[in-house]
Nanobody, 122 residues
């Protein structure tokens, strides 16, 4: 299986920025599409962003467009989520995910990380 480990979460004030990282191991990272999801207490897990295996195609949820940027460095087996202009409603546990297909990573990914907490104060 693919092992995914997230890092970079923390506490930030509204309007600030954070960069999340996800390091993958166990499979050939460059062949997998990658994505980010988030889940707040009492809410459903929701899609945030996804990126194709070669990094040339990216997709974002409507409420993060223009604020978040997903990227990847296949040489480092790492995917990033740069989060700018953070809002209180961005507070959630953020999960890294992967799939062999880009379409699937945007809906039902095959592999998940354990998550990292992001808290945005008002």
């Amino acid at each position: 299986q693919v092992q995914l480990v997230e890092s970079g979460g923390g506490l930030v004030q509204a309007g600030g920025s954070l960069r999340l990282s996800c390091v993958a191991s166990g499979r050939t990272f460059s062949s997998y599409a990658m994505g980010w999801f988030r889940q707040a207490p009492g809410k459903e897990r929701e899609f945030v962003a996804a990126i194709s295996w070669n990094g040339f195609s990216t997709y974002y949820a409507d409420d993060v467009k223009g604020r978040f940027t997903i990227s990847r460095d296949n040489a480092k087996n790492t995917v990033y989520l740069q989060m700018n202009s953070l809002k209180a409603e961005d507070t959630a546990v953020y999960y890294c995910a992967s799939s062999a297909a880009l379409g699937r990573v945007r809906s039902t990914p095959e592999y998940w990380g354990q998550g990292t907490q992001v808290t945005v104060s008002s």
